[in-house]
């Protein structure tokens, strides 16, 4: 029972550099989440996805993109690393209910040098 | 900006003594959610209240709700080494038909032997 995962865990890149994290679940949730957690700001949503090929904004998404091709896998790109970036990022899912509780994974630290 | 606020940012405590975090929102909530993250880790779901005035009960944790649903607190008895960790509220923001879990900022709970 693998759950949602993320990959890679550690990933230290320069800036300029595409960097794409990974998430991937297996309980077919229709929601997924990608929120970035920084000293202070708590969580803080980038971008959500009701359902396979819907996206949306959130509070933070400029310099990142997602999509959603397959209902398991959400990833999150930064086109273009920027020392800012550099943060933990959670992807989360939820089931078809509009108000069920977040499943996190273990979140990929990413430093932005 | 956050849709809740949560206070106080930090809190140290002596072992066996009581702790509380308040979260607050000017808007009313259809219900909130409490998130427990330990050193390290991922946020994990601990309860969602619902009702006006809910009072839920996990061992030594009381989640309350009030009564015009735009306030929240959680309250530790005699805590632990245990409960360390960074205790997030969450609310839920309304977007075109879809609930987006919006967080506080979130309070850590550091616990001294």
Known sequence: DAGITQSPRYKITETGRQVTLM???????SYMFWYRQDLGHGLRLIYY????DITDKGEVPDGYVVSRSKTENFPLTLESATRSQTSVYFCASR????TGELFFGEGSRLTVL | GQQVMQIPQYQHVQEGE???????????LSNIQWYKQRPGGHPVFLIQLVKSGEVKK?????????????????????TQTTDVGTYF??????TGGSYI???????SLIVHP
């Open chain 2, 58 to 78: 996990q061992k030594r944790l009381t989640f309350q709700f009030g009564e015009a649903k735009k306030n929240s607190s959680l309250h530790i008895t005699a």
């Open chain 1, 95 to 98: 089931s078809t209910s509009r």
């Open chain 1, 23 to 29: 998430c991937h679940q297996t309980w077919s949730h």
């Open chain 2, 18 to 28: 009581d702790f509380t975090t308040y979260c607050n929102s000017s808007t009313t």
């Open chain 2, 89 to 94: 509220c969450a609310g839920p923001k309304e």
């Open chain 1, 49 to 52: 996805s009701a359902a396979a």
């Open chain 2, 101 to 107: 879990p919006t967080f506080g900022r979130g309070t």
